[in-house]
């Protein structure tokens, strides 16, 4: 088996947790991005909230270069976006509980079926977000796919070492309210969504 590294590496992602620190330059909470898109959310989070550190992750390099591209010529110092595959790199980038929050917006539905393993939110993997995030840490999810929002919450509520949180409080107090590409437009079509949050509960084990 390819190790996890070398694999990542392939895949142009940094091959080794990286000094966060270093590349900010400064220490603060990292929010990180999953599946960014075009990147509005995480680009205006970053500039309303310059003492967090914002991680934008994306498997499209051109959504990535472009959001790269709009922080620079913005001068936005805290924000960094990163192509890779958030269902295998993420233990690469971040060490264990060096996260603050982990924010999924409108993951792909993968509407097939025989594809619903395809789908981001696996009983494995929130062991792995459990793992990076520190005590007190949040995942905070939405979608406009009911079904998904569903499966999310039983997949949660079936793990360990994590509570539920208002979602709705953290949307508007931590967040800031602030929208993605994809929220705008389910909000211009009058589409309803699910909202979800969960607190990484200090001392238990994912």
Known sequence: MIPLRLQAA???????????????RRGGAIFVDLGCGRGDLALELAQRC?????????????????LRLRAQRQGVANLRAIRCDATQDLPVLFPPGSVSAIL????????KKRHRKRRLVQVE???????????????YLQTDVFDMAEEMAERFAAATGFTPLDAEAFKHKTLLGIRSHREKRCLALNLPIRRLAYRRVAGEPP
């Open 10 to 24: 392939r895949r142009n992602v940094i091959p080794r947790p990286p000094d966060w620190d270093k590349a900010f």
């Open 50 to 66: 310059p003492e967090r550190r914002v991680v934008a992750l994306d498997n499209r390099k051109k959504w990535i270069e472009r």
């Open 104 to 111: 999924i917006h409108h993951p792909d539905p993968w509407w």
């Open 125 to 139: 993997w929130i062991a792995e977000l459990a793992r990076l995030l520190q005590p007190g840490g949040v995942v």
